[in-house]
């Protein structure tokens, strides 16, 4: 946590600032109401007015130089001075310090912070001041003694002499001609004469269509005769032109003329107006300072600002260059507590603006920003950034959308950075779903984008991600949750300029988000509720399961074996949804499970031939909402309706539309990915013998579109169901569990016994329970006949069939009916001859080949082998747990009491990777691990490979290999994992069940293996 002070510790605000008390007229005060009284305190009491004003430069010469033209005191440059300011810049603040300083400066305080007292003039001074914002040509402005004055000269001629002056130039003023300079000099008297001017361009506006041109240009040359040929006499005026003579105000052409006129004047005359700038630009933030703070701790800032440094060093590869400059944080003392950014955007964006005022503006904005950071005291203000501009408040949204008029911005500010109505705008709904107890990051983001959008030119509209992070970084701030907010607005935000090159800045039109998001609120419901129905029976159609889509009951889930596979229940997601802890099957769900027939009377037979699929209730909006999203894609792809968007919108459009399908079958298999399948331990108290299984998100969003790929996937995890590659259950489990514990079964029987049973798997293929046949003929466990056919251990494996006429029997059963073993003709022939090679014909398996783990032809059954003289070796096959305990209990049943090493040969790729990183964690043994295999892409490549070393470095080709396989459309893996123990492994039963533990306990129980020990 950072140590570094606050603002609210190093600075105090003015009064009227803290309080919220300032109103727009304290920063927009008007000469004439200075001098007529009706200003405000701040402005019309001179020692409130100079305690506020910084002492600029350029205001401290405009002080000098015209005071002691007036009191004859120094050396007066020149009678004429000209104020060149943008519009805000300062001019009538400098102004309003003149005249205070000329009539009132020696009761002023601090006034030595301006100007020498020296140079101030003693006595009376006649001030006469002429605003043409105020000026009334056609009708007159009310002066006071029923005298109303349509000139500057008819004003002036009042103010200096009363009544009596005006009627001096009565005439002229009447007849709007402008009076002569010996008229004007007969104003003055004998005391000291100050004449401003201020705002001639706007006046020259009003009687454009009256002559005013010439009148005015005669009279300024009339004025500054006068003024020249009295020596403590002067005249002030501004005109807003730049350097090169270019008007910067609204009223840019008429100062263009006025600026002419002057310059035309001064050649004529060889006299030159003393051109001053009240408020230079490096000076603007000590004005700010002074008018805004009462207190300021210097020396406190130093340890923020080096704070500042020291992050922008750190960062200095990932930020803007003004972060890499060492004169920024000279800048910043000099600033503090405005950070940089904040004075650079409103002095070099903000004020390019027609309406905005500069000083003035920025004054406006920063007092009612001050206001709200004291009021509400964020926890980041070490400074003040751009960020604090809050348009969430609306006094600082007013300041930008009224009167620098840009209302077109509103619907932006609403929708995206702070609305006006109560709802969350967008920046606000992502601090409350993504930063909760962090900084507002989303609101930070959007503000710092808007302020840096409002510009005049297109240039320099907008910023940077890495100008964004320079101006929000602080102690406070982290750079990758900026970086996070950035993403996630410029993803959302229905108006930020969506052109591929743009910067980050706002539109005041809706971008494509917004286009979208509308089109999505004209899909019509039931459109798509249709097309959403339609998406999800397609994607969970497929070739393993039997899909029934939306069942109202069980009337609509036959009992049956049907085509032979088992049946894919969808639910519909408007009758079922599960949350995130499940504690009972829901009602539908179990009433489709245990019952069957029109009325739901009857129970239902092939219980375990029924899986379910249920909608996430979480996941409900966004599946909806991604088949709307596609519908408004698709609308807008129609070819009238690419033609309304611009260029780089329509290409955005068609790379949508692309992506919408699979975004569509993503979010609908993201949904549906509660699993519902037939267990003997059912959810929660187990009433219904359904378990229940999440797919996970990632594992849901592969392969968009094959919706029982994941369910094949899930079961499969949970042990629960066999494909045509799978091992299948050990033919003792099988025994034991069916019917066929009672000696004898028809293979259909059995068949159908795995629909019935919850305990059992489910199996996709007969081919699983072949192999199961199989494997229990060879580890003589079952005899198999067919007619007249017996098949035994030992004898050639024939094709079984899975049907009423084929029958599996126990051994036990078998021996004590006389079945087996079969009468042997010509025993000692076949005893003398060569044995006949194994022949499997017909074929096994109906895919014409043996599957991976299997031998064609018999397979001794798990025994204790001789490796050579001095090794013996145990094996046993069968799902891991039980392989290992039968190589256990065969070493111990010959009083043996270690083994030397135990290995574990892995037929599945799956298991394989499973149990590699389960090796490592075995303790007390040298592992070795060897893998061999190939696969095939989805587009024919090809890749062989074999390793032998260490489980770490196995982990690491592990890591590689498992999704190749995944992905793989054919494949083969052989793999062995073998434990060398120095002085033997104990095959006691509590130390070898640990053993087995270690190796099951994560999920690998399933795997069926070949188990051996050695013991040397």
Same mark, same amino acid.
């Given at each position: 946590?950072?140590?570094?002070?606050?603002?609210?510790s190093?600075?105090?605000?003015?009064?009227?600032?803290?309080?919220?008390?300032?109103?727009?007229?304290?920063?927009?005060?008007?000469?004439?109401?200075?001098?007529?009284?009706?200003?405000?305190?701040?402005?019309?009491?001179?020692?409130?007015?100079?305690?506020?004003?910084?002492p600029?430069? =350029?205001?401290?010469?405009?002080?000098?130089?015209?005071?002691?033209?007036?009191? =004859?005191?120094?050396?007066?440059?020149?009678?004429?001075?000209?104020?060149?300011?943008?519009?805000?810049?300062?001019?009538?603040? $400098?102004?309003?310090?003149?005249?205070?300083?000329?009539?009132?400066? @020696?009761?002023?305080?601090? *006034?030595?912070?301006? #100007?020498?007292?020296?140079?101030?003039p003693?006595?009376?001074?006649?001030?006469?001041?002429?605003?043409g914002?105020d000026?009334?040509?056609?009708?007159?402005?009310?002066?006071?003694?029923?005298?109303?004055?349509?000139?500057? %000269?008819?004003?002036?001629?009042?103010?200096?002499?009363?009544?009596?002056?005006?009627?001096?130039?009565?005439?002229?003023?009447?007849?709007?001609?402008?009076?002569?300079?010996?008229?004007?000099?007969?104003?003055?008297?004998?005391?000291?004469?100050?004449?401003?001017?201020?705002?001639?361009? +706007?006046?020259?506006r009003?009687?454009?269509?009256m002559?005013?041109?010439?009148?005015?240009?005669?009279?300024?040359?009339?004025?500054?005769?006068?003024? +020249?040929?009295?020596?403590?006499a002067?005249?002030?005026?501004?005109?807003?032109?730049?350097?090169?003579?270019?008007?910067?105000?609204?009223?840019?052409?008429?100062?263009?003329?006025?600026?002419?006129?002057?310059a035309?004047?001064?050649?004529?005359?060889?006299?030159?107006?003393?051109?001053?700038?009240?408020?230079?630009?490096?000076?603007t933030?000590?004005?700010?300072?002074?008018?805004?703070?009462?207190?300021?701790?210097?020396?406190?800032?130093?340890?923020?600002?080096?704070?500042?440094?020291?992050? %922008?060093?750190?960062?200095?590869?990932?930020?803007?260059?003004?972060?890499?400059?060492?004169?920024?944080s000279?800048?910043?003392?000099?600033?503090?507590?405005?950070?940089?950014?904040?004075?650079?955007?409103?002095?070099?964006?903000?004020?390019?603006?027609?309406?905005?005022?500069?000083?003035?503006?920025?004054?406006?904005?920063?007092?009612?920003?001050i206001?709200?950071?004291?009021?509400?005291?964020?926890?980041?203000?070490?400074?003040?950034?751009?960020?604090?501009?809050?348009?969430?408040?609306?006094?600082?949204?007013?300041?930008?959308?009224?009167?620098?008029?840009?209302?077109?911005f509103?619907p932006?500010?609403n929708?995206?950075?702070?609305?006006?109505?109560?709802?969350?705008?967008?920046?606000?709904?992502?601090?409350?779903?993504h930063?909760?107890?962090?900084?507002?990051?989303?609101?930070?983001?959007?503000?710092? *984008?808007?302020?840096?959008?409002?510009?005049?030119?297109?240039d320099?509209?907008?910023?940077?991600?890495?100008?964004?992070?320079?101006?929000?970084?602080?102690?406070?701030?982290?750079?990758?949750?900026?970086?996070?907010?950035?993403?996630?607005?410029?993803?959302?935000?229905?108006?930020?300029?969506?052109?591929?090159?743009?910067?980050?800045?706002?539109?005041? &039109?809706?971008n494509?988000?917004?286009?979208?998001g509308?089109?999505?609120?004209?899909?019509?419901?039931?459109?798509?509720?249709?097309?959403?129905?339609?998406?999800?029976?397609?994607?969970?159609?497929?070739?393993?399961?039997?899909?029934v889509?939306?069942?109202?009951?069980? %009337?609509?889930?036959?009992?049956?074996v049907?085509?032979?596979?088992?049946?894919?229940?969808?639910?519909?997601y408007?009758?079922v949804?599960?949350g995130?802890?499940?504690?009972?099957?829901?009602?539908?769900?179990?009433? /489709?499970?245990?019952?069957?027939?029109?009325?739901?009377?009857?129970?239902?037979?092939?219980?375990?031939?029924?899986?379910?699929?249920?909608?996430?209730?979480? @996941?409900?909006?966004?599946?909806?909402?991604?088949?709307?999203?596609?519908?408004?894609?698709?609308?807008?792809?129609?070819?009238?309706?690419?033609?309304?968007?611009?260029?780089?919108?329509?290409?955005? /459009?068609?790379?949508?539309?692309?992506?919408?399908?699979?975004?569509?079958?993503?979010?609908?298999?993201?949904?549906?990915?509660?699993?519902?399948?037939?267990?003997?331990?059912?959810?929660?108290?187990?009433?219904?013998?359904?378990?229940?299984?999440?797919?996970d998100?990632?594992?849901?969003?592969?392969?968009?579109?094959?919706?029982?790929?994941?369910?094949?996937?899930?079961?499969?995890?949970?042990?629960?169901?066999?494909?045509?590659?799978?091992?299948?259950? !050990?033919?003792?489990?099988?025994?034991?569990?069916?019917?066929?514990?009672?000696?004898?079964?028809?293979?259909?029987?059995?068949?159908?016994?795995?629909?019935?049973?919850?305990?059992?798997?489910?199996?996709?293929?007969?081919?699983?329970?072949?192999?199961?046949?199989?494997? =229990?003929? &060879?580890?003589?466990?079952?005899?198999?006949?067919?007619?007249?056919?017996?098949?035994?251990?030992?004898?050639?494996?024939?094709?079984?069939?899975?049907?009423?006429?084929?029958?599996?029997?126990?051994?036990?059963?078998?021996? !004590? !009916?006389?079945? %087996?073993?079969?009468?042997?003709?010509?025993?000692?022939?076949?005893?003398?001859?060569?044995?006949?090679?194994?022949?499997?014909?017909?074929?096994?398996?109906?895919? $014409?080949?043996?599957?991976?783990?299997?031998?064609?032809?018999?397979?001794?059954?798990?025994?204790?082998?001789?490796?050579?003289?001095?090794?013996?070796?145990?094996?046993?096959?069968?799902?891991?747990k039980?392989?290992?305990?039968?190589?256990?209990?065969?070493?111990?049943?010959?009083r043996?009491?270690? #083994?030397?090493?135990?290995?574990?040969?892995v037929? +599945?790729?799956?298991?394989?990777?499973?149990?590699?990183?389960?090796?490592? =964690? /075995?303790?007390?043994?040298?592992?070795?691990?060897?893998?061999?295999?190939?696969?095939?892409?989805?587009?024919?490549?090809h890749?062989?490979?074999?390793?032998?070393?260490?489980?770490?470095?196995?982990?690491?080709?592990?890591?590689?290999?498992?999704?190749?396989f995944?992905?793989a459309?054919?494949?083969?893996?052989?793999?062995?994992?073998?434990?060398?123990?120095?002085?033997?492994?104990?095959?006691?039963?509590?130390?070898?069940?640990?053993?087995?533990?270690?190796?099951?306990?994560?999920?690998?129980a399933?795997?069926?293996? +070949?188990?051996?020990?050695?013991v040397?």
């Open positions: 946590m950072t140590t570094q002070p606050t603002i609210f190093l600075c105090t605000p003015q009064d009227d600032v803290l309080k919220g008390a300032v109103s727009d007229s304290d920063f927009a005060a008007k000469l004439s109401h200075v001098l007529n009284g009706k200003a405000s305190p701040d402005y019309r009491k001179p020692e409130r007015f100079f305690a506020n004003t910084y600029t430069e =350029g205001l401290k010469e405009l002080i000098a130089n015209v005071c002691a033209r007036l009191s =004859g005191r120094g050396d007066a440059v020149s009678s004429v001075f000209r104020l060149d300011t943008s519009f805000g810049g300062g001019k009538t603040h $400098g102004l309003i310090a003149l005249v205070h300083a000329a009539k009132s400066g @020696r009761s002023v305080p601090n *006034i030595a912070e301006f #100007v020498d007292p020296y140079r101030l003693d006595g009376e001074v006649r001030i006469a001041a002429f605003d914002e000026a009334d040509p056609a009708n007159g402005r009310p002066m006071g003694d029923g005298v109303r004055a349509r000139t500057p %000269w008819g004003e002036i001629a009042f103010q200096l002499a009363r009544k009596p002056g005006f009627e001096i130039v009565r005439r002229s003023d009447e007849e709007m001609v402008a009076p002569g300079a010996d008229t004007i000099a007969e104003l003055f008297g004998s005391d000291p004469v100050l004449v401003v001017l201020d705002e001639m361009g +706007e006046y020259l009003r009687v454009q269509h002559g005013g041109r010439d009148q005015l240009t005669a009279f300024l040359k009339a004025l500054f005769t006068a003024v +020249e040929g009295n020596p403590r002067a005249v002030v005026f501004t005109l807003a032109v730049r350097a090169d003579g270019k008007g910067v105000d609204a009223f840019a052409e008429e100062n263009e003329f006025l600026a002419n006129a002057m035309e004047l001064e050649s004529v005359s060889g006299r030159k107006a003393t051109n001053l700038n009240p408020t230079k630009d490096d000076e933030e000590k004005v700010l300072r002074r008018r805004l703070f009462s207190r300021i701790d210097d020396s406190g800032a130093a340890e923020v600002v080096e704070a500042y440094r020291e992050i %922008w060093n750190r960062d200095r590869n990932s930020l803007s260059e003004p972060a890499r400059r060492p004169e920024t000279k800048e910043f003392a000099e600033s503090y507590p405005f950070h940089p950014d904040l004075l650079d955007t409103l002095k070099d964006k903000t004020a390019t603006l027609a309406n905005f005022q500069r000083v003035r503006g920025m004054l406006r904005i920063l007092a009612k920003t206001a709200v950071m004291w009021a509400r005291r964020p926890s980041d203000a070490y400074a003040i950034h751009v960020h604090h501009l809050d348009l969430g408040d609306e006094a600082i949204r007013r300041e930008f959308t009224t009167r620098l008029q840009q209302q077109a509103i932006a500010i929708n995206d950075i702070a609305s006006a109505d109560g709802k969350q705008a967008l920046a606000q709904e992502l601090d409350a779903k930063y909760g107890g962090l900084l507002p990051y989303g609101s930070y983001v959007a503000r710092t *984008i808007f302020v840096h959008t409002l510009a005049f030119n297109n320099l509209k907008g910023l940077t991600p890495e100008h964004l992070r320079y101006s929000l970084l602080g102690p406070g701030a982290d750079a990758a949750f900026v970086d996070d907010a950035r993403t996630k607005f410029r993803a959302q935000s229905a108006y930020l300029d969506d052109r591929p090159t743009a910067p980050l800045r706002f539109s005041a &039109e809706a494509l988000t917004q286009i979208i509308r089109e999505e609120r004209n899909v019509d419901p039931g459109d798509a509720r249709t097309q959403l129905n339609d998406r999800i029976k397609d994607i969970f159609k497929g070739d393993s399961f039997e899909m889509a939306f069942p109202g009951g069980p %009337w609509d889930v036959s009992d049956d049907g085509d032979g596979k088992p049946k894919l229940v969808v639910m519909s408007d009758a949804d599960i995130s802890n499940l504690q009972a099957v829901p009602d539908l769900v179990a009433k /489709i499970f245990e019952r069957k027939n029109a009325d739901g009377s009857g129970l239902r037979s092939l219980r375990n031939n029924v899986v379910f699929v249920v909608a996430d209730d979480a @996941r409900l909006s966004d599946m909806k909402r991604s088949i709307q999203r596609r519908l408004a894609l698709l609308e807008l792809k129609r070819p009238e309706r690419l033609n309304e968007l611009a260029d780089h919108q329509r290409e955005k /459009i068609l790379e949508l539309e692309k992506r919408a399908e699979t975004e569509v079958a993503i979010s609908i298999q993201q949904c549906f990915r509660h699993v519902l399948y037939p267990a003997k331990n059912g959810v929660g108290e187990g009433a219904v013998q359904l378990a229940h299984s999440v797919i998100i990632q594992n849901a969003s592969e392969k968009p579109g094959s919706g029982q790929t994941q369910v094949v996937r899930q079961l499969q995890a949970q042990a629960k169901l066999r494909s045509a590659t799978d091992q299948p259950d !050990s033919p003792s489990y099988i025994r034991d569990r069916t019917p066929l514990k009672k000696g004898q079964i028809t293979t259909q029987d059995l068949r159908d016994e795995f629909r019935r049973d919850p305990g059992l798997a489910i199996l996709l293929s007969d081919d699983v329970l072949r192999k199961a046949i199989v494997k =229990g003929i &060879e580890e003589g466990t079952y005899i198999y006949r067919r007619g007249a056919l017996v098949a035994g251990q030992g004898d050639p494996i024939p094709s079984i069939q899975i049907d009423a006429e084929s029958v599996v029997f126990t051994m036990d059963f078998a021996k !004590s !009916s006389g079945i %087996w073993p079969r009468p042997a003709p010509h025993r000692e022939a076949a005893a003398t001859a060569a044995p006949d090679p194994v022949v499997v014909s017909p074929p096994l398996f109906s895919s $014409g080949s043996a599957p991976s783990g299997f031998r064609e032809g018999p397979i001794a059954a798990p025994t204790t082998e001789a490796a050579d003289d001095d090794v013996r070796r145990f094996v046993a096959e069968g799902v891991l039980e392989a290992l305990r039968r190589v256990f209990e065969q070493v111990r049943s010959v043996i009491e270690r #083994v030397d090493t135990l290995s574990i040969r037929f +599945e790729f799956a298991d394989a990777f499973r149990l590699i990183p389960l090796a490592s =964690g /075995i303790s007390g043994a040298r592992k070795t691990i060897e893998i061999s295999g190939e696969f095939f892409t989805v587009d024919d490549s890749m062989e490979f074999e390793f032998s070393g260490t489980a770490k470095d196995a982990g690491l080709i592990k890591e590689y290999l498992e999704p190749q995944r992905a459309k054919e494949s083969e893996l052989k793999s062995r994992i073998e434990f060398a123990f120095d002085g033997g492994m104990s095959v006691e039963e509590t130390v070898a069940e640990a053993f087995i533990e270690k190796l099951t306990k994560f999920g690998s399933t795997a069926f293996v +070949e188990a051996s020990a050695e040397k």
